[in-house]
T-cell receptor, first 115, second 113 residues
Framework: GAVVSQHPSWVICKSGTSVKIECRSLDFQATTMFWYRQFPKQSLMLMATSNEGSKATYEQGVEKDKFLINHASLTLSTLTVTSAHPEDSSFYIC???????????FGSGTRLTVV | DAKTTQPTSMDCAEGRAANLPCNHSTISGNEYVYWYRQIHSQGPQYIIHGLKNNETNEMASLIITEDRKSSTLILPHATLRDTAVYYCIVRVSVSGNTGKLIFGQGTTLQVKP
């Protein structure tokens, strides 16, 4: 149990277009989800905290107008990279914590390549 | 949350125990030690966590020093599939708390045949 599904697993898009990444909690409800970004050979960097029914909380230095987060239900959070540029190419990962379980569960990640 | 220090990389022979150290000298009394690992191009995986007592599960053992300023993750019989980046994170218990998880640089463990 306690699975977080992330889709797509990889995506290639043209510069200037927008890309949406979905994060679903398959067998539990998550009022809070977290979005991370990871560049090659670097650690995970927290981008924002997604809150069901309210605005996301962004970490310092993360552009909220560029990385749109929507958490419209207890099982789905989406991250939209707007007007993507090559420097947005990265590995994006979401996570959530199932109630009653001590560890956070992570999605399998989305590899975004902007050309 | 308290800062952690881990070696950048370690090697381990297949079948031997892998001992991964973590220093967290500024840990507070209500902060737990969590370990996660990330296999290449995958999302992180929860391994184990503890407060002050040693802990063991099907994946690993966690040894925390009496002063709680450092800990060691032990993989008793490392396999090639244990090659990954291992992250030691210190934070307050997540029970009833959906607070964020901050990752450091971690230790890259290379298990060799």
């Amino acid at each position: 149990g306690a699975v977080v599904s992330q889709h797509p697993s990889w995506v290639i898009c043209k510069s200037g277009t927008s890309v949406k990444i979905e994060c679903r909690s398959l067998d539990f409800q998550a009022t809070t989800m977290f979005w991370y970004r990871q560049f090659p050979k670097q650690s995970l960097m927290l981008m924002a905290t997604s809150n069901e029914g309210s605005k996301a909380t962004y970490e310092q230095g993360v552009e909220k107008d560029k990385f749109l987060i929507n958490h419209a239900s207890l099982t789905l959070s989406t991250l939209t990279v707007t007007s993507a540029h090559p420097e947005d190419s990265s590995f994006y990962i979401c996570s959530a914590r199932p109630t009653g379980i001590d560890g956070y569960t992570f999605g399998s990640g989305t590899r975004l390549t902007v050309v | 949350d308290a800062k952690t220090t881990q070696p950048t990389s370690m090697d381990c022979a297949e079948g031997r125990a892998a001992n991964l150290p973590c220093n967290h000298s500024t840990i507070s009394g209500n902060e737990y030690v969590y370990w996660y690992r990330q296999i290449h191009s995958q999302g992180p995986q929860y391994i184990i966590h503890g407060l002050k007592n040693n802990e063991t599960n099907e994946m690993a053992s966690l040894i925390i020093t009496e002063d709680r300023k450092s800990s060691t993750l032990i993989l008793p019989h490392a396999t090639l599939r244990d090659t990954a980046v291992y992250y030691c994170i210190v934070r307050v218990s997540v029970s009833g708390n959906t607070g964020k998880l901050i990752f450091g640089q971690g230790t890259t463990l290379q298990v060799k045949p």
